[in-house]
């Protein structure tokens, strides 16, 4: 598919929260805040996991991944959206909103496997405690991740190319402060039903089927957990887990709210504003989940700034 397509729109107008002057000026700085909160604390994953020798577990490889999806997922949408939240030129380029959308796919679709597979480490550690040195090998760790970052590819090209090659016609203006399919959608001037079809189709085998992996594992995994004969025993199990069960809360209900409503209750205004969470929010929390309630992550974040802060001193 061509990024393109006859109709005479060459820009979009991302209308975001322009009818409302007041919201914009209390967003921005908010917004800038947790952009910032949310690139340092991934970054410092990121950093931590890869220097600290107590973090070289297949957990902490796929958090650092993780941590870098997040990364990209919020260079994709706020970014833009903080500039525009200044200036009355709210415009996107024609080829820049299919990109923004295709990332935004891609790194989405990129997330719910990464958690899949973050949840079968969890799975194999605690409920195959002696085979989980040969399961989860350095070698099938690298697989897995490169599935993790290859299968995004063709349904992120299709949903993205398959929509920007419909027509456009009347309105350019997106209500949206990012470039999502639905809004999108609503500007295009033939019938879309074939496009939904597919889109819903994508959803159920790229959002769904990781959420019903990660699910299968975790009711594996308490029912493990509950087998336990110690209480002390359950309970360390239990908190190897539970930081990742918290993002997944996060992550797939932040989304369900905007994206599992009914039509009949859309407001594209209340829309705009749950989109906040799964964009801005949730990534800010993630990195704060996993330093708050990992003690490894905690003692390995001293270490490496005490390590830092000594070797400025000296």
């Known amino acids: 598919m061509m990024w393109g397509n006859q109709s005479s729109v060459t820009d979009f107008i991302l209308a975001g929260f322009s009818s409302r002057p007041t919201v914009e000026v209390i967003l921005f700085p908010l917004v800038l805040v947790m952009y910032i909160v949310t690139v340092t604390g991934n970054i410092l994953i990121i950093v931590v996991v890869m220097i600290d020798p107590a973090l ?35 415009s996107i380029s024609f080829i820049s909103c299919a990109i923004q959308m295709f990332c935004f796919f891609y790194f989405g679709c990129a997330e719910c496997f990464i958690l899949a597979a973050m949840s079968y480490d969890r ?35 299709l949903q993205a190319g398959w929509i920007f090659n419909l027509p456009f016609c009347g309105s350019n203006e997106v209500n949206h402060f990012f470039c999502d399919a639905p809004a999108v959608l609503k500007l295009v001037c033939s019938d879309t039903y074939p496009y939904e079809m597919q889109s819903i189709a994508s959803t159920l085998l790229f959002l769904v089927f990781p959420f019903v992996l990660i699910l299968i594992s975790y009711v594996r995994i308490i029912t493990a957990i509950l087998r336990m004969s110690s209480a ?27 994206y599992l409503r009914p039509k009949s209750n859309y407001s594209p205004e209340i829309k705009k504003m749950l989109s906040l969470f799964y964009t801005v929010l949730t990534p800010m929390l993630n ?28």
Not at 58 to 80: A, Q
Not at 123 to 152: D, E
Request: glycine content about 4%; some cysteine; proline content about 4%.
């Open 56 to 90: 070289q577990s297949p957990m902490y490889f796929f958090l650092r991944n993780l941590s870098f999806i997040e990364i990209c997922f919020t260079l994709d949408t706020i970014p833009k959206m903080l500039i525009n939240l200044l200036l009355k030129n709210k």
């Open 123 to 157: 799975y194999s550690a605690i409920c195959n405690p002696l085979r989980y040195a040969t399961v989860m090998s350095r070698s099938f760790c690298q697989k897995l991740l490169g599935g993790v970052w290859v299968i995004g590819i063709p349904v992120s090209l």
């Open 232 to 258: 002390e025993s359950r309970r360390k199990a239990f908190s190897t887990c539970s930081s990742h069960l918290i993002v997944v809360t996060l992550f797939y209900g932040s989304g369900s709210i905007v």
């Open 287 to 314: 990195p704060i989940v996993y330093t708050l309630r990992n003690y490894e992550v905690k003692e390995a974040l001293k270490r490496t700034l005490g390590w830092k802060i000594f070797s400025q001193a000296t």
